[in-house]
């Protein structure tokens, strides 16, 4: 497991701290996007495009760090 670990920091050029803060903050972006998609569901004139946005954001982001 930390072999694996290692190779997987190694092979996004991060330190641990570096992939903590990444990872969480793609959690984070995830975790809106789907609630505004679980409230637009429901309610579709809300968040029309909000859901979407934060997916091409969270694409844009992890495209950038890579």
Do not use: C, W
């Not at 997987?8 to 050029?13: A, F, Q, R, T």
């Amino acid at each position: 497991m930390i072999k694996k670990s290692k190779q997987h920091l190694n092979s996004v050029n991060e330190t641990y701290s570096e992939h903590m803060v990444v990872a969480t903050k793609v959690s984070f972006i995830m975790l809106i996007g789907g609630l505004m998609a679980l409230i637009h569901g429901f309610i579709p004139a809300l968040f029309e495009k909000s859901a979407s946005d934060k997916i091409k954001k969270l694409y844009n982001y992890i495209n950038q760090k890579r």
